[in-house]
């Protein structure tokens, strides 16, 4: 269940394709600020030409309309979204999605805490099998509407 109390929670992640030169993200970061579209996670994988930039935005409807208007190159992803609080720790969930065959093809945290906890987002290669098993144990996922609040 979400902190809504949905059974599917959804959360976007953005991959934007930038040129690895000096001020691009600050560029991306600056077009967010513009339009105030808040950045809860960041994540910044560069090569020697291009930086791929993953993103948790707070509203991704909004976040769609300044990548397309500054004309970012980007993807969007679904990602859990997960409240690492009481029992639920990072090795917990990496037991619990190793268990059940799910890989984590890559992770970072959340710039906000939730009530003290902090937040990661995981992306995972079977999303629906990992939501139901984190579940099941007792984790908290949240959603994109979720973040909204909290921003």
Known sequence: MTARGR?????????????????????LLEAFSQRDVDVLGLSVVDSTDWAVIRV??????????V??????PFTESDVLLVELAGEIALSTICSLLVATEISIHFAYPLIL????????????????????TLAKHGARLLS???????S
């Not at 948790?56 to 309309?65: G, I, S, T, W």
């Not at 990548?67 to 970012?72: G, I, L, V």
């Not at 994109?144 to 909290?150: F, G």
């Open 67 to 72: 990548f397309q208007s500054n004309s970012f």
């Open 144 to 150: 994109d509407e979720d973040l909204s609040d909290l």
């Open 7 to 27: 059974s599917e929670p959804r959360a976007v992640q953005f991959s934007v394709f930038l040129a690895n030169r000096v001020g691009q993200l600050k560029e």
């Open 113 to 132: 805490r939730l009530g003290g906890s902090p937040v990661m987002v995981l992306h995972v290669d079977n999303i629906v099998l990992a939501r139901h």
């Open 56 to 65: 948790v935005l707070a509203n991704p409807e909004k976040a769609r309309e």
